[in-house]
């Protein structure tokens, strides 16, 4: 993703960008009412936006094959820029991170109005485009039609996406009766979370992705997001940075599951049976420590447990961090995933995950014994209308009767529980009681374990070089390649210290390209990393602004 050479298409589409800007009360079209991604029902799951030309001049495609061309793509880590969205006006997005994540996809991550809770992620491969702008109340969604060159927005209708609690803590009680299944149950202590400290033991989780048959579209945008939001949303938390995700596979399974819930479905995925016929020899084989399944909603389902009444199949389900020696399995539906952080939501169930308040006391020893922390829980405001990644609904209800989404009472963000941290001022975790950042700091490392990884993580560092566009802030970051390497990792640093350190590239190439603001300089190093962790850091490099012509 280097653009050396193509100053002056940057320079021509910052130029649109400011052109944008002055258009902005035509740059959209509102369409009512709109399609429904798979939901049906009395209201439109969405609004629907063309937007203008402005984005699309920013997405090339090749002459004869018609193909979405990411080599001349023009946004870049470290750039900004305005977009006006319907119902909300202005809203400023700062790219900062490139994910290559899925293969063959680039996702482009970053935070709108300078906020980490407002998480933006821009995906495209050769088909297809996939935005998606998380702002507090509201969920828009951008895709392209191939056909119009049009790239079209969705304002999600969250009112559609009715949020029972997606794992009800009696359901345990019942489906899983553990007494009954013969595990013995040790009496453990659930380790303590604020006396932890991270062991930057390797926390690198490898998920397979499977989905049903009928939703193969754009899925590898919608992977690669997936995996991009739970991987930012970690950074953002300030989760130490041996502790991520990555795609292991994504494999077709050739059903569409109709008519039954999500309990059966995980079910068949423990018994591998139907669809899943081979799923752990899948996971063997491509070093996976996780299943994830993507599946349709389904409103006539009405098999088995996990049923929303009149809605059937919809939200997620998960088996968490293997407690009960029930497998590392989860799902969700599209529409949820795209709509929401259902997804993401439940692979963080998979890594220990709880819902906010208290796990019942029966419940615990199971957990413990798993390594569940006791601070592995979501968080929820004081006033009932936020909640953190693995908030449920449970303190805060979803208002499934209310269409308008700037109504919804409660929201979740896309930020893990942290005692440090803030929202609107107010705290969002608890040092002994919802700390998943640190939570997620002592469950990867064991959920990193459960598949075989075959080489030993990298043994060498990187040599970083650093080479200026000679305009504005565009400077290119090589760095060598090392051997047996899956990901590599370049975070920036605004000194040399790297005490904080986003990450600005994540995935297999070895060269990206970063945007410095005007009067600034910016420190850089990159480490490879595979299934068995990351090795040593490269040399520091700096980048700088370039006050001349540009060349
Ligand atoms: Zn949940």
Known sequence: MWRIGYCFSI????????????????????????????????HPAVDRAVLGSWLVSRVSRDQRGGKLSPSQWAFVPGERFALPLPGVGRVEISFDSLWNTAPGVDVYAGRIQGRAEWLFTFSIDSEEVLARFFLEDRVYILENYLDRNQLVLHEMDRGRLPKSPDRPEGEHLRSLSYNDDGITIQSTTPPSCSSFTPSGANGHARVLFLHSSDVSSGISNLIGSIVSEFNVSADNSRVEL???????????????FDGLCRGPILDQMEAESGAFQGLSQWMANTDADIAFLLVSEDANADQGSLCVPNLGRVGGAARILKAFDRPAYGLSTVTWALGDLTAVHELGHILGGLHEGPVPFQLQEGFAEAGVPDCAHGHVGSSDEWMTMMGGYVECPFDDTQPDPTQQSCTRLPIWSNPFMFHDGELVGDADTAHMAVALEMTMPIAAEWGASASPKPQSAPTATVQSQFCRGFNDIFWTAVPATQVYQLVESVDSTFNFDP??????????????????????????CNGNGCGPWSNTVSAAYFTGICQ
């Open 11 to 42: 320079l021509f589409l910052l130029a649109l960008a400011e052109q944008a800007f002055a258009e902005a009360p035509d740059l959209w079209r509102i369409e009512r009412p709109a399609e429904s991604r798979g939901l049906s029902g009395q």
């Open 242 to 256: 041996d502790n991520f995700i990555t795609v292991a596979d994504i494999r077709q399974v050739g059903d569409t």
């Open 503 to 528: 990450l600005k590239y994540f995935g297999a190439s070895t060269v990206t390209t970063v945007t410095v603001q005007q009067g600034q300089t910016r420190y850089y190093r990159v480490r490879a």
